[in-house]
């Protein structure tokens, strides 16, 4: 039975027991990412999560890691442009622990100028990384063009001069205007007990400042395009069309468009670029929503010959799924997004996660069957009509490697 308590700083303690477990997940999610930065100081989001596994809460680096696997426990963390979540795996009996450390690492991080320095180097070759991999680096380059000039644009990793110019303040500022408890959820599911996980959150993460984290810039899409012609292996070929944002009336609606568009080996995508064609290894399309907007994208790995015909194949099947889009389909794509979110919920992981991101987004739990009824009153026009609004406007585009 999933239960729900508020400590008196506004953090939210949800807690779901899952009988027969020995293992427990909590995860400890802040409403606060990369869009919520400066230009300034881009990737400070991310290096705020970096750092903090450098010394908190009196241990240094190393004596975290120890701590969580001296009881054959994990724990991690991961920067969005919307969120920041720092998790825990451990066994049942060990929960006070990870509570304990997950406390540290948010509460009480040590932030030492010379591990500062060697981490911000760390970042920088995470960063280059992900510039020498284009399939990684396109996406950065379809939001950056989608919504150009905006905190939503920029990438989560910031660039080598803003990562280089983070210093401590900066790090110390962010904790104390983004982590506050009202913008804040500690969810955990498993061996779990609700009483006894309120106590340790009140213990280890009651000291939050209250109130809530300043809100993000609204978003606002932008059809730029961006074209790298370098000489490439393959070329990268993306498109972006503004869509709804997740709390929308056709979010859902939306979403089964994406799916049936392009979210399997059945897609329609999938089916006419790569199958039958032949004309790219890699074809997709999604839905990523944020809060007030989203962005229906499509992805193709071609080579630099087929590019042009990879493209305006993939427009031509984009607009015909709109018109023509039927039953079985939307039906494969209702099961689907069923399926999934049944075979996420079987482990204690996907339950902590689902929980803090539903109640940090919506400020409410969305079961199982509500989610089932709304996908079951949706029909095979209005998921036509959520299509063909999205398609109506021009989009956004980022290319490498794609021949002139």
């Given at each position: 039975?999933?239960?729900?308590?508020?400590?008196?700083?506004?953090?939210?303690?949800?807690?779901?027991?899952?009988?027969?477990?020995?293992?427990?997940?909590?995860?400890?999610?802040?409403?606060?990412?990369?869009?919520?930065?400066?230009?300034?100081?881009?990737?400070?989001?991310?290096?705020?999560?970096?750092?903090?596994?450098?010394?908190?809460?009196?241990?240094?680096?190393?004596?975290?890691?120890?701590?969580?696997?001296?009881?054959?426990?994990?724990?991690?963390?991961?920067?969005?442009?919307?969120?920041?979540?720092?998790?825990?795996?451990?066994l049942g009996d060990h929960v006070p622990l990870a509570v304990e450390l997950l406390g540290d690492l948010v509460a009480r991080p040590q932030f030492d100028p010379d591990e500062l320095a060697r981490e911000a180097e760390v970042v920088l070759q995470e960063l280059a990384e992900?510039?020498?991999?284009?399939?990684?680096?396109?996406?950065?380059?379809?939001?950056?063009?989608?919504?150009?000039?905006?905190p939503l644009g920029r990438s989560i990793l910031g660039s080598e001069e803003s990562v280089r110019g983070i210093g401590r303040d900066d790090l110390t500022g962010w904790r104390d205007r983004h982590y506050r408890g009202g913008s804040m959820v500690l969810s955990a599911a498993g061996a779990v007990e609700h009483e006894a996980l309120v106590a340790l959150a009140e213990r280890h993460l009651g000291e939050l400042q209250a109130g809530e984290a300043p809100e993000a810039e609204p978003a606002r899409f932008t059809p730029r395009v961006r074209r790298d012609p370098a000489k490439a292996d393959q070329a990268q070929l993306t498109a972006g069309y503004e869509a709804p944002g997740q709390k929308a009336?056709?979010?859902?609606?939306?979403?089964?468009?994406?799916?049936i568009a392009g979210g399997?080996?059945?897609?329609?995508?999938?089916?006419?670029?790569?199958?039958?064609?032949?004309?790219?290894?890699?074809?997709?399309?999604?839905?990523?929503?944020?809060?007030?907007?989203?962005?229906?994208?499509?992805?193709?790995?071609?080579?630099?010959?087929?590019?042009?015909?990879?493209?305006?194949?993939i427009e031509e099947v984009l607009r015909d799924a709109a018109e023509t889009l039927g039953q079985r389909e939307l039906d494969r794509a209702r099961i689907q997004i069923r399926a999934g979110l049944a075979m996420a919920l079987e482990t204690p992981w996907g339950q902590a996660a689902q929980a803090a991101r539903q109640w940090l987004v919506h400020g409410r739990l969305i079961g199982r069957e509500e989610l089932a009824a709304k996908l079951a009153a949706l029909d095979v026009e209005q998921v036509r009509a959520a299509g063909a609004r999205m398609l109506a406007g021009e989009p956004a585009r980022a290319t490498l490697g794609l021949a002139a």
């Open positions: 039975m999933t239960r729900i308590s508020h400590l008196a700083n506004g953090l939210t303690v949800i807690s779901r027991p899952m009988p027969g477990l020995e293992t427990a997940s909590i995860a400890l999610f802040a409403g606060a990412g990369s869009r919520h930065e400066e230009a300034r100081v881009n990737g400070l989001a991310h290096l705020f999560e970096h750092m903090v596994f450098k010394g908190a809460g009196g241990r240094s680096a190393r004596q975290i890691s120890e701590a969580i696997e001296d009881v054959g426990g994990e724990l991690n963390a991961c920067t969005e442009r919307d969120q920041t979540s720092f998790t825990a795996a451990v992900a510039e020498d991999t284009p399939s990684d680096i396109i996406f950065d380059h379809l939001w950056s063009q989608a919504f150009a000039e905006q009336e056709d979010y859902l609606a939306a979403r089964l468009f994406a799916d399997g080996a059945s897609s329609r995508l999938f089916q006419a670029v790569r199958e039958e064609r032949g004309l790219a290894y890699t074809v997709s399309a999604g839905l990523h929503p944020h809060d007030e907007i989203g962005l229906l994208h499509v992805h193709a790995a071609t080579s630099r010959k087929q590019g042009a015909a990879a493209q305006a194949l």
